[in-house]
């Protein structure tokens, strides 16, 4: 429980004072919850073989082409959503968020597996 409002507060400061847009933000933060969670489930599942490791690429590569796709068909009523894709990929920030979401990610596996293995020896 305390490492799943860690890691919401550590995506939405993140996303939300990064990036200036609403939609942009939103998009940011909702790509962040798709990627955590892939790593968290190859994580906790630690014996993959070759099927298990494209499912999972193949699961998160589905978010961006879900929003590509949703991007084009708002983009019909709304022109300011149809550019969001572009912006999106195109802007050296997201890749930064993302990266670091990945990395704050594992960092706090590490940390609260080591605590959990740790009271689990100590009989806590």
């Not at 999972?56 to 959503?81: D, K, M, P, T, W």
């Not at 979401?101 to 020896?121: H, K, L």
């Amino acid at each position: 429980m305390l490492q799943a409002v860690l890691n919401a507060l550590v995506l939405m400061t993140v996303a939300f004072y990064t990036v200036g847009d609403f939609w942009s933000a939103a998009c940011l933060v909702y790509a962040e919850v798709v990627i955590v969670a892939t790593l968290r489930v190859a994580q906790k599942l630690n014996a993959h073989t070759w099927i298990s490791t494209v499912i999972l690429l193949v699961s998160a590569s589905l978010f961006f082409i879900q929003f590509y796709i949703e991007a084009q068909i708002a983009g019909i009523s709304n022109a300011n959503i149809y550019k969001i894709f572009g912006v999106f990929i195109s802007s050296p920030l997201t890749y930064l968020v993302l990266f670091y979401a990945a990395w704050s990610n594992f960092a706090q596996f590490m940390i609260f597996g080591s605590v959990t293995s740790y009271n689990r020896s100590a009989g806590k």
